[in-house]
């Protein structure tokens, strides 16, 4: 808190007051007033409290803000008895201290700018104070910073004044060693711009106040009735030895030393373990989220002590028990890694009540990324010779659904304490060694594969690749709903020791009358280390799930996800793979390389990944395919060759064509690794479909071109495709001897004499693993429009093949010619593609059966804004609004989607929250008649959600504003630069702005509802509602009608309601002025002119209290 | 919700929101549409007060009875028109039904949206008294505010 000595201060709110007569005053780093003394014989602090300071009950009430009698306010917020009511509590009114124009006021600031590793200068504006706009009295100094039209931060207006810079170099003090240790040393290294730097310094000069004040406010209150302050020095000087510290003692040295209060500059000859360096919190990687969090902890940390009643009466144990209590997870960062520890395992024995429960995942979550790696390893260690940690707090925590906790903002619902542990785990795990897509900053990977990163060379997998289990894909197969067969595969885990046992559950039921039959069974699938990683496909996804960023999770967490089957519970870094509904490889092919990215540890946990690394003995033989004829069908190369082979993949080909042999023959190897893995069927395929292509390639390479591949490579390209003839012959057999009952075997006909090869491979791919007479009957079953027979699903096959829709596979598209049809129509275009292909399974049918028939004009809008199918989502998915959304109707729906689709989320919970009797359905049927804006359209329809009760509603009747008032304020945000919101009971006009040069002005609008024109076009007589419309205005005599009311408008200024301060402005709202005086046959401009001549006559003196909008 | 101040032409008059005066036209379109009420420029007014109700003066309302009050005859008779609307809000009771108050023909939605809580009569009864001494020249306030309890 810095201070200066002028007479003159700027209150938080922009006022500037006189101060002489206060004592003390204390000002925050943008210079701002936040505390002085009333001198007296009882010297009173007064201090600046923000709405969110107090009590939860009382927030409700307007205007809470300000300046309060510090010592009353203590009492109210630690319930100290008596407590004050709120309206006990003494808010300091300064309309004695105000300040006069012309008066001389000196601001001091904080200077953020260069030098960004120095700590730190003033700077000092000196300026007069000058009148406000609407002169009647001294301006208002607080600049709004805007982004977005929020307002995110606000500062002195001191625009046009020149600084003084005022040196004050604190370097030598502990918060200059914090400084420098935490920023200063490594700023200027950082290749980020002069803005962004200043931006640091801002928020680590916050830091080193917040410590300040923190080692000023709390740590006395900590150390009462302990002996630190004696200790302190000795043991930072090497007299006394630090365990003789209490733990309350270790903890609170800590805090300090971490803050650099002991550091001193070594002394030759004489080492002081605790003086001559301490830890830095920052170093070259931290990002501002660092910074910013820290300084969110120490606020956190600074918050709740202050207002914790008799905190330093506390016993000491119970000191650091309550602080472990009371702390939020990010508060508790502070506290060092081993008292946490100390403290979990003080849980270890008991059995727990919720609340205890709750204080163990917190010191959970608490843990940094700092000691992932550290805290993942206790978890594996076992604390009691035989559960590992990690067991004995999974089974410690129960399933309190009903519970909610406020201390973690990650979830919003219900939350039970294991989810909330496997979830902290998982964050740890993310940045921890056991993560194989992990590579720590900084760290270098040598000739990385096409489209691989590489892995980090100390990653535990690697190094003990023996502990990874490499048959690690499962395959989810969903219950199907075709009406004659449905097959499911999933998997079911327990923990076992360190590892994660994964049973397969399989179960098919074939409904064929008397011949149906229900088959189910189980085996044992493999064992896993609790953090190796696990990859999906097909895991039944749900409509909730976001997009996946990861195909793959740690086995410990698939562990909980499976016990619980609550994944739609997680938030969308935790749904992962489940979205996917076809293999990775699928994915591959059909264009997503990204996923490579995900299955990148392959490479390293496969014997033909290791062996093309050169990892694996040279003369070792490595299996790398094994055809579909069994053992006799086996192809190995040596590991040598395979490392020679490697080299030729990873180089540059400048050469087109050798470039695409060189791209076929990665693609190959791709699948091979795949092969390790469970994926035989699509890796084979592809890898035989590739190889003739890179055949074909090298084939037609020109004359003198060499294709420059081994001998081996070669040798395996042929032998791929041999592979293929036998392989399609053996399938069209069984094809052909199908028992369709009296059928024509469409399916045989087209296979063999309507595919192509790459066609019969890819169909093979497709089916060749059913053998339900059923599914195969069906596929046979498709009929032309005569209702003939003629294996039209088989085209329909093709079709969606050809175009690379995994969809081809679902017979549930293929044998529906509608769901087929819309698919081709949507995905046919180039920009809709990418949007279509990556929705969910059950997202997708949702979608193609709502728009199944779709009109062009709503076809085109997709086409044209290809965003337009994420904002229909938005609406769809959520349960709550669906209903609602639904009953728009086709075009209803998207008409909504177009404008209220980008929204932002606080508006989108805004529009579901009821108010009084404003109920959501209220609020569709409002946002829907709102007519289409024809300016400003994001701005208007952003705010036309926003201006929706709760947030912003009519408090003196709990009912909505009129549509047409609405766009009323809108405009005036837009024209003048501000953000309205609803006036108060006592506050005149319907809003008050913010910002902008009507800043705190009370506004009163009137205008023409949107479709009256329109009603007065269909009149029978026109003139007589127009007449009755206008009304008529003579003073004292007649009032009536639009005239009447600009009249009673304007009384608002110069005779105001009871109970209400005067109108500071009306605003006349002139849109559909030219619309009104078409309709009654005048010039567009006719009533503009009345309206105008009528104001000049009889309000001439209010004028400048006037507003013309859209005029 | 906007505001709106009923006079009858000078000055004097109270502040009410519209919403309220909007129902308070109903009940006194129902009574005024009555054949026993015999005044000048009786269907002017009446399409006035329907003009109301339909929303249409949304935003700028009032009252506007000054050309129908100018004989003795016609302020007499407006008020026993008024004084008869109080009679029969007096005889629904405490309150006004939901379905009472959502089968008021309107073409304004927002009306329906309001009223889906039972109107406390006396809250209207209110208005009513107020009209009757504006139409009296009983009434003596020029800014006084209206409060209605409802919700």
């Known amino acids: ?1111 | 919700m906007p505001d709106t101040k009923i006079t009858n032409g000078n000055n004097l008059g109270f502040w009410v929101h519209e919403i309220y005066m909007q129902l308070a036209y109903c009940y006194i379109y129902d009574e005024l549409i009555k054949p026993q009420y015999s005044i000048t420029n009786k269907d002017d007014m009446l399409y006035s007060i329907q003009f109301h109700i339909n929303g249409y003066s949304t935003g700028i309302m009032s009252l506007g009875w000054e050309i129908y009050t100018n004989s003795q005859s016609d302020k007499q008779m407006i008020i026993s028109v008024l004084q008869a609307v109080k009679t029969n809000l007096q005889n629904k009771g405490a309150f006004i039904s939901i379905t009472e108050l959502q089968a008021i023909p309107t073409e304004d939605d927002d009306f329906k949206i309001y009223y889906r809580d039972p109107f406390p009569t006396y809250q209207l009864i209110k208005i009513v008294d107020a009209l009757i001494e504006i139409i009296q020249g009983a009434w003596t306030s020029t800014n006084y505010s209206m409060d209605i309890a409802y919700k």
């Open chain 1, 1 to 1111: 808190m810095p201070t200066n000595t002028t007479t003159l201060a700027i209150l938080k709110d922009g006022t500037p007051i006189r101060i002489h007569l206060f004592e003390n005053p204390a000002f925050d780093v943008d210079g701002f007033l936040i505390q002085f003394t009333k001198p007296g014989t009882q010297p009173e602090i007064y201090r600046y409290h923000q709405h969110s300071e107090f009590k939860g009950e009382d927030r409700k009430k307007p205007d809470l803000t300000g300046y309060y009698n510090e010592s009353l306010f203590l009492k109210y917020i630690q319930n100290t008895e008596p407590v004050p009511t709120l309206d006990k509590l003494i808010k300091h009114d300064f309309k004695n201290n105000l300040a006069f124009e012309g008066e001389e006021i000196t601001v001091s600031t904080i200077d953020f700018d260069s030098p960004y590793d120095y700590f730190y200068n003033t700077k000092n504006y000196t300026f007069n104070l000058q009148l406000s706009p609407d002169k009647r009295g001294v301006a208002n100094y607080r600049k709004l910073i805007m982004e977005n039209y929020r307002i995110v931060d606000s500062k002195i207006n001191t625009d046009g004044h020149i600084p003084v810079i005022v040196l004050n170099n604190q370097s030598a003090t502990p918060g200059g060693y914090f400084f420098k240790k935490n920023l200063g040393d490594f700023i200027n290294n950082w290749a980020i711009s002069e803005i962004q730097k200043s931006t640091f310094k801002r928020i680590m000069s916050l830091i080193v106040f917040k410590i300040r004040e923190i080692n000023r406010d709390i740590i006395p209150i900590i150390a009462t009735n302990t002996h630190f302050f004696d200790k302190e020095f000795n043991v930072a000087n090497g007299i006394k030895d630090y365990n003789d510290f209490t733990d309350l003692e270790k903890l609170l040295f800590n805090f300090k030393r971490t803050w650099g209060y002991y550091y001193d500059t070594p002394i030759n000859g004489l080492p002081r373990p605790h003086k001559d360096d301490f830890e830095a919190l920052f170093s070259i990687p931290s990002t501002y989220e660092d910074y910013y969090s820290y300084y969110s902890s120490l606020e956190n940390f600074y918050q709740i002590c202050y207002k914790t009643k008799n905190l330093s009466y506390y016993p000491a144990d119970d000191k650091i028990e309550y602080l472990l209590k009371i702390l939020s997870p990010s508060a508790l960062a502070v506290i060092p890694y081993n008292l946490i520890i100390k403290a979990i395992k003080a849980y270890f024995p008991l059995k727990l009540s919720q609340e205890d429960q709750r204080v163990l995942v917190k010191l959970v979550i608490s843990i940094t990324p700092s000691h992932a790696n550290e805290f993942l390893d206790f978890l594996l260690e076992k604390e009691n010779g035989a559960e590992t940690n990690f067991q004995v707090i999974y089974d410690t925590l129960t399933d309190a659904r009903l519970e909610r906790y406020p201390f973690v903002n990650w979830f919003v619902d219900e939350q039970t304490n294991r989810k909330y542990f496997a979830f902290a785990i998982y964050e740890l795990w993310k940045v921890s060694k056991y993560n194989l897509d992990y590579i720590r900053p900084g760290i270098v990977i040598p000739n990385p594969w096409p489209n691989f990163k590489g892995i980090d060379p100390e990653n535990y997998f690697y190094i003990n690749s023996q502990e990874f289990n490499k048959k690690n894909f499962l395959t989810f197969i969903p219950s199907s709903d075709q009406q004659i067969v449905t097959s499911q595969q999933r998997f079911e885990s327990s923990i076992n020791d360190k590892k994660i046992d994964i049973t397969k559950i399989y179960k098919q039921n074939t409904y064929a009358g008397a011949f149906s039959q229900h088959k189910i069974g189980s085996e044992y699938f493999g064992s896993f280390h609790l953090y190796q990683q696990i990859s999906f496909c097909g895991y039944e996804s749900n409509l909730d799930l976001r997009i996946p960023k990861s195909a793959t999770l740690p086995a410990f967490l698939f562990h909980f996800i499976e016990e619980y089957d609550r994944l739609v519970d997680f938030d969308a870094g935790v749904a992962l793979a489940a979205n996917l509904t076809v293999d990775a490889l699928l994915i591959y092919f059909t264009g997503g390389t990204s996923i490579l990215k995900d299955l990148q540890y392959l490479k390293y946990t496969t014997k033909i990944g290791r062996a093309l690394a050169g990892g694996i003995e040279s003369t070792e033989a490595i299996e790398i395919w094994r055809g579909f004829r069994g053992a006799s069908d086996i192809f190995t190369l040596t590991a040598g060759s395979l490392t020679q082979i490697n080299h030729y993949l990873i180089t540059t080909e400048n050469n087109e064509e050798k470039r695409k042999i060189l791209e076929g023959c990665q693609k190959i190897f791709i699948s091979l690794t795949f092969l390790g893995v469970g994926l035989s069927l699509t890796a084979q395929a592809h890898a035989v479909r590739e190889a003739g292509k890179v055949l074909d390639l090298i084939e037609a390479l020109p004359p003198g071109v060499a294709h420059g591949l081994a001998p081996e490579m070669i040798n395996l390209l042929t032998t791929l495709k041999g592979s293929k003839e036998v392989t399609l012959s053996l399938f069209g057999n069984k094809l052909n001897t199908l028992d369709l009952g009296d059928a024509t075997n469409y399916i045989f006909l087209k296979y063999n004499s309507v595919f192509t090869d790459a066609q019969r491979l890819k169909f093979m791919t497709d089916f060749q693993h059913i053998d339900d007479l059923a599914f195969w009957r069906l596929l046979n079953n498709g009929r032309n429009a005569s209702g003939i027979r003629d294996g039209k699903y088989l085209d329909n096959w093709i079709s969606l093949s050809e175009r690379g829709l995994e969809e081809a596979k679902f017979t549930i598209y293929i044998c529906n010619q509608t769901r087929t049809d819309v698919l081709i129509r949507f995905t046919d275009q180039s920009t809709l593609k990418p949007v279509i292909n990556p929705l969910s399974f059950e997202r997708k049918i949702a979608f193609l059966n709502t728009f199944a028939d779709v009109d062009p004009v709503n076809f085109a809008k997709f086409v044209g804004d290809p965003t337009l199918v994420k904002k229909w989502f938005r609406y769809y998915d959520d349960l709550v609004f669906q209903p609602e959304f639904k009953a728009l109707g086709e075009t209803g729906m998207l008409k909504f989607a177009e404008r209220y689709g980008n929204i932002s989320d606080d508006a989108f919970r805004n529009l579901k929250l009821q108010w009084h009797k404003i109920n959501l359905n209220d609020k569709f049927k409002r946002l829907v008649e709102f007519p289409d804006a024809t300016d400003n359209m994001l701005y208007f329809n952003k705010r036309r959600c926003e201006m929706l009760p709760p947030s912003f509603g009519d408090i003196a009747t709990k009912g909505l504003y009129r549509i047409h008032e609405t766009d009323s304020f809108i405009k005036l945000e837009l024209q003048f630069n501000g953000v309205a919101r609803a006036s108060l009971i006592d506050e005149a006009g319907d809003i008050i702005m913010q910002g902008g040069i009507l800043d705190r002005m009370s506004l009163d609008p009137l205008g023409i509802k949107f479709d009256l024109p329109q009603k007065m076009a269909q009149q029978q007589d026109i003139n007589r509602f127009y007449n009755n419309w206008l009304g008529a205005y003579v003073p004292d005599q007649k009032s009536s009608g639009f005239l009447g009311s600009i009249h009673a408008h304007f009384e608002k200024i110069y005779l105001p309601k009871n109970g209400k301060p005067p109108l500071d402005y009306i605003v006349i709202d002139y849109k559909y002025f030219d619309e009104i005086s078409t309709a009654i046959e005048q010039q567009p401009y006719y009533l503009k002119n009345q309206i105008d001549q009528f104001i000049i006559q009889n309000f001439n003196q209010y004028t400048n209290q006037l507003i013309k909008l859209n005029y």
